[in-house]
């Protein structure tokens, strides 16, 4: 059977691969879109997630560039200061950072990814520049000299450039051989909605505590979502208790930020296991999103690097000439986003494995920092714009 010859295949229609095929046809590129099923409809329709984005506004300013941020219809809420607790240290002090502080309205805004991901299959379906394949799912790769042979499904491509977006087994990774680094720290989220009586004052609340995190953040009205980090045997009896005891084992921590307990809406368990592409590239393929890493939601960054990947590639093909798929261009794309990829895998692993042991020097050290950062505005400030802009 003849192959159909593409420029750029985007494997994976995730959050990252639909951003993907949007920003390239914004910049005036065709991609094709290899999606494994068909391409998600309206949130009702979809296989439960359960999962929210805290997205920071540099991630928020690319949605925004698609088409695709609308807070009412995304059911979105702005985080304006986030706040942290070492639960470790009970005299430690807990530090709250203010976006007025860096002279911005919010940090960034906390999106349902079932609702973005609606968002952003709908702007797709507008894009007369991006050819979606449904019910493709990618199956073999084969090399030659100036393309890639796709078999996805029934289809058969030939592309200058596969971008894969295929998450955390990649096949498009796999196929290339890139090997990777992996890190299983025990550990699972447990993911839900709850409603407080308090208002949540648009603070996003991140417990340090022996385990992980359980990080609060907030939502329309007085609900928030809950990601509960522990081990995977703790995050396991939690996700068997009838709702009555999981409230009231939540609601330990909860209640003191956020009041009485209301409903509590389905749980979903995520096991955490971080994981590093030994490379961005390899011969006419780029990595984006969690086919080059998967971290722990610790600090919220994982979809917030997917993005900026998003966002670098797609400007080196807006402004590429010639074959997409060449080395200068690859090349280019590995330096623009190899130090921010391997600074935020790393840092959010050490300290999240840090957090999780809470071992008595970590405590301290924490308490330290917490309670230097809490005296030192400018020092504040550095660290806020690191954690905005990306290393
Ligand atoms: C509990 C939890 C909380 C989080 N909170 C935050 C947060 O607050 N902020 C933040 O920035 N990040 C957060 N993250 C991270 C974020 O959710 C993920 O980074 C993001 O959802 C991953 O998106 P992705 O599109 O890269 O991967 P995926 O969602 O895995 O998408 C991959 C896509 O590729 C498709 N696919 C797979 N194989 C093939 C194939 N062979 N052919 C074609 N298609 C294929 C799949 O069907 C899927 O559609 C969190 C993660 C967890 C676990």
Redesign the pocket.
């Known amino acids: 059977m003849d192959e159909s010859l593409v420029e750029i295949a985007v ?7 639909m951003s993907m095929a949007l920003a390239l046809a914004r910049g005036g590129v065709e991609p094709t879109l ?4 068909p391409l998600p409809g309206p949130t009702a329709d979809q296989p439960p997630d359960g ?5 920071l506004q540099p ?1 928020i300013d690319l949605l925004t560039r698609l088409g695709v941020f609308e807070p009412v219809g995304l059911g979105a809420e702005p985080l304006y200061r986030l706040r942290i607790v070492n639960l470790a240290d009970k005299s430690a002090p807990s530090i709250t950072f203010d976006a007025a502080e860096i002279g911005l309205e919010a940090f960034g805004w ?1 999106i349902p ?1 079932a609702t973005l991901a609606a968002s952003l299959a709908a702007a797709i379906g507008r894009e007369p520049r991006i050819t979606v394949l449904e019910d ?4 073999s790769v084969v090399e030659t000299r100036d393309r890639l042979l796709l078999r ?1 499904g029934r289809e058969r491509l030939a592309a200058r450039l596969v971008i894969g ?7 498009v990774r796999e196929t290339a051989a890139i090997g990777t680094t992996d890190k299983d720290r025990g550990q699972t ?1 447990v ?1 839900c909605r709850f409603a407080h009586a308090k208002p949540h004052r648009n603070i996003s609340t991140e417990l340090h505590k022996k385990g992980g995190p359980f990080t609060m ?1 907030p939502l329309p009205g007085r609900q928030s979502s809950l ?1 509960w ?1 522990d081990t995977d045997a703790l995050s396991a009896e939690r996700l068997a208790m009838d709702e009555a005891a999981f409230r009231a084992a939540m609601a330990e921590h909860a209640t003191p930020w956020l009041g009485e307990i209301g409903t509590v809406s389905v749980r979903h368990a ?1 096991p ?1 296991r971080a994981r590093l592409a030994k490379s961005l590239t390899a011969p006419r393929r780029a990595l ?4 080059a890493h ?2 722990s ?1 610790l600090g ?7 993005l900026r990947d998003v966002a670098a590639l797609a400007t080196l093909l807006a402004n590429h000439t010639g074959d997409p798929g060449c080395d200068r261009l690859l090349d280019a794309y590995a330096e623009a986003r190899d130090m921010d990829v391997k600074m935020r895998f790393w840092g959010v692993d050490t300290l999240n494995m840090l957090v999780k042991g809470s071992l008595p020097p970590f405590r301290q050290a924490s308490s330290l920092a917490l309670g230097l950062l809490d005296r030192l505005p400018p020092a504040r400030r550095v660290l806020m714009q690191g954690l905005m802009q990306g290393a």
Request: no cysteine.
């Open positions: 494997v994976g229609a995730g959050i990252t691969g290899l999606s494994a099923g999962r929210t984005a805290a997205l991630a906390n990814n493709a799912p990618l199956s996805a977006a295929d998450g955390r087994n990649s096949v989220a993911v953040v990601v980090v995520y955490i984006v999103g969690e086919a998967v971290m939601p919220a960054q994982g979809l917030n690097l997917s």
